[in-house]
């Protein structure tokens, strides 16, 4: 089946705009997370989703970031008033996962964010 | 607060041979420990899952041990291949962190195979 998809692949924008992020994760998948990963490091983790609300955004950096998923499916992530130090790949992932169980996640291949 | 280590960050080796990558945990507390395959300008393949009351787990050419006690894991890949090069990154999820599966990962080694 269809893995986790995200789009665009690739976006870059200027130091104070505005810019979203698209997440399609795996059919049937309950639990949806963000993770950034700057250049040469390990993700980090941004949020977590379990169906509609976030459960967890405790990774969130700051106020100008926000995440979405009104149907408890495709998730975006909102960042106003974009910094060069945003510049970073941002992954989203899926699985199975229901509320106190670890399951494997499921990667998307990623947005490379380049703010200017 | 858990931290993860991982090394080499970087190892050259020649086809054919076996290998060993490490990771390090600061943490014992943890529920599972994972490894991730990254390729260049993908997302992150999932390749070993080992729960924390298991010590080794085996796919293929791959094996991954947890010594949770002492907060290390291995992952040996036998008879390495040129298919094999990527950035390898090691996961853990803490055992103290709620219903979040999230997880922490280390900074990765990135493996080069030589033909």
């Known amino acids: 089946g269809a893995g986790v998809s995200q789009t665009p692949s690739n976006k870059v924008t200027e130091k104070g705009k505005y810019v979203e992020l698209r997440c399609d994760p795996i059919?049937?998948?309950?639990?949806l997370y963000w993770y950034r990963q700057s250049l040469g490091q390990g993700p980090e983790f941004l949020i977590y989703?379990?169906?509609?609300?976030?459960?967890?955004d405790s990774g969130l950096p700051n106020d100008r970031f926000f995440a979405v998923r009104p149907e408890g499916s495709v998730s975006t992530l909102k960042i106003q008033r974009t910094e060069r130090g945003d510049s970073a790949v941002y992954l989203c992932?899926?699985?199975?996962?229901?509320?106190?169980?670890?399951?494997?996640?499921?990667f998307g291949p990623g947005t490379r964010l380049t703010v200017l | 607060k858990q931290e993860v280590t991982q090394i080499p960050a970087a190892l050259s080796v020649p086809e054919g041979e076996n290998l060993v990558l490490n990771c390090s945990f600061t943490d014992s507390a943890i529920y599972n420990l994972q490894w991730f395959r990254q390729d260049p300008g993908k997302g992150l393949t999932s390749l070993l899952l080992?729960?924390?009351?298991?010590r080794e787990q085996t796919s293929g050419r791959l094996n991954a041990s947890l010594d949770k006690s002492s907060g290390r894991s291995t992952l040996y890949i036998a008879a390495s291949q040129p298919g094999d090069s990527a950035t390898y990154l090691c996961?853990?999820?803490?055992?103290?962190?709620?219903?979040?599966?999230?997880?922490?990962f280390g900074t990765g080694t990135l493996l080069a195979v030589q033909p």
């Open positions: 996961a853990v999820v803490p055992l103290y962190g709620g219903a979040t599966n999230k997880l922490i």
């Open positions: 059919s049937g998948h309950t639990a």
């Open positions: 989703f379990q169906g509609t609300g976030a459960a967890d």
């Open positions: 080992i729960q924390s009351s298991q």
């Open positions: 992932a899926s699985s199975p996962t229901l509320a106190g169980r670890r399951d494997t996640q499921y």
